[in-house]
């Protein structure tokens, strides 16, 4: 089984969509969710990841997405009345993020309480690599074609 297949077959046991455009691979895997009246809130991990072949090396960076949309009541500080949307970005941190991470992310002043073990999934696709063959280089920018 090659490297990709190997990737996919982690991602389909969380389950998340794993993409892949001009040679980027994109994971996507819905942490938390919450729905509120007329709104809808979600917190997204997103994994990106380039295989190299002539260097043998897959480069990877992960961040977390919250985005929400909906009608608001006018309740929510962050929120004026009618319409509204609203999306934020949550990277890393300055290098993997380690262990088991329960946070509670607030948008509109909701919570989200979430259990997802990031380095367990990022160990599995490091030791997938190496059993293919290949380097695992960890970045915290964004990756580069």
Do not use: C, H, W
Request: hydrophobic share 35%.
């Amino acid at each position: 089984m090659g490297l990709v297949e190997e990737i996919k077959r982690i991602a389909d046991g969380l389950p998340a969509k794993l993409n892949e455009s001009k040679g980027m691979f994109i994971l996507e895997y819905v942490v938390a969710e919450r729905k509120a009246f007329l709104s809808k809130k979600k917190l997204v991990y997103r994994a990106k990841f380039i295989i190299d072949e002539d260097k043998k090396e897959l480069r990877f960076s992960e961040m977390l997405k919250e985005t929400g949309f909906g009608l608001s009541s006018g309740v929510d500080s962050d929120m004026s009345p009618g319409v509204g949307f609203k999306k934020d970005t949550y990277k890393t941190g300055t290098g993997p993020r380690e262990g088991i991470i329960e946070e509670q992310s607030n948008l509109f002043g909701k919570e989200y309480n979430y259990k997802f073990d990031f380095s367990k999934f990022r160990d599995s696709i490091k030791s997938a690599s190496a059993d293919a063959g290949y380097e695992f280089k960890y970045q915290i920018t964004a990756l580069d074609l």
